[in-house]
């Protein structure tokens, strides 16, 4: 069900983001509490930075309604361009002075990694609970990883997701996201810290995710590789 969603909204620029917006708002409030800031003056900060990054009134007067109106649904199904807009100004506001914007490795986190490691934390005891239950690492890689990315990315991009086993605890993840509105180096980081937290909580130890190559900054634009290891527990 929830990858047929994503497939009929593939050409539109929406996907089923509503639990992964839900999941941002949460990430903010869990920073706020860590780093001894203020949620809701952060929030409006970051709400300030999210219109000065949508590039047109009625992409303000969107955000204002669907994504700071009131309570955003986990089924909700929202634009790309809203999802980039937010993990942007989330990465603004929250990033420390000097700290970079993006990650080419989770052992070297950022904003935007850390809030993809967030949610897959936060999904596997929730939404996609079932889809992580008594999943070996490797399993949830192959089975589950596409049916998630499929609702995020759509049919479109899906089709060109590729896991390839490259030997024992160590793969490679080929995303094809060209052409997404949301699509870049930020976006990349997110699904980095994606992986890598699903890893975490199935129980990998040390798992270690890197961004061998980003096709997005390529011209012109080619498919995004990742690689994936660890160590059985
Ligand atoms: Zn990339």
């Known amino acids: 069900m929830i990858g047929s969603v994503g497939a009929t909204m593939a050409q539109t620029g929406?996907?089923?983001?509503?639990?992964?917006?839900?999941?941002?708002?949460?990430?903010?409030?869990?920073t706020c509490r860590a780093?001894?800031?203020?949620?809701?003056?952060?929030?409006?900060?970051?709400?300030?930075?999210?219109?000065?990054?949508?590039e047109t009134?009625?992409?303000?007067?969107?955000?204002?309604?669907k994504l700071f109106g009131g309570a955003v649904l986990a089924s909700?199904?929202?634009?790309?361009?809203?999802?980039?807009?937010?993990?942007?100004?989330?990465?603004?506001?929250l990033r420390g002075p000097g700290a970079p914007l993006f990650t080419t490795s989770s052992r070297t986190p950022c904003v935007a990694s850390e809030a993809g490691r967030f949610n897959a934390r936060r999904q596997a005891a929730s939404v996609f609970a079932p889809l992580y239950a008594r999943k070996r690492p490797v399993e949830w890689l192959r089975t589950t990883f596409p049916i998630i990315y499929?609702?995020?990315?759509?049919?479109?991009?899906?089709?060109?997701?590729?896991i390839e086993d490259?030997?024992?605890?160590?793969f490679r993840v080929t995303l094809d996201n060209r052409g997404l509105e949301k699509a870049g180096p930020l976006d990349c980081s997110t699904a980095?810290?994606?992986?890598?937290?699903a890893l975490e909580v199935l129980g990998?130890?040390?798992?270690?995710?890197?961004?061998?190559?980003?096709?997005?900054?390529?011209?012109?634009?080619?498919v995004c590789l990742f690689e994936v290891t660890w160590r059985e527990a």
């Open 14 to 30: 929406e996907n089923q983001l509503g639990d992964f917006i839900r999941g941002r708002f949460l990430f903010v409030e869990e």
């Open 35 to 54: 780093s001894g800031r203020d949620p809701e003056r952060t929030l409006e900060t970051i709400k300030q930075e999210c219109f000065r990054l949508a």
């Open 57 to 65: 009134p009625e992409r303000r007067e969107f955000l204002e309604r």
């Open 76 to 93: 909700a199904v929202l634009p790309d361009w809203l999802d980039k807009v937010f993990l942007e100004a989330i990465s603004h506001v």
């Open 150 to 162: 499929r609702q995020c990315y759509g049919a479109t991009a899906a089709a060109g997701l590729k």
């Open 166 to 170: 490259l030997s024992a605890g160590r």
């Open 192 to 197: 980095l810290g994606y992986l890598c937290g």
């Open 204 to 222: 990998a130890k040390d798992p270690v995710v890197t961004h061998a190559a980003c096709g997005l900054l390529a011209r012109p634009p080619a």
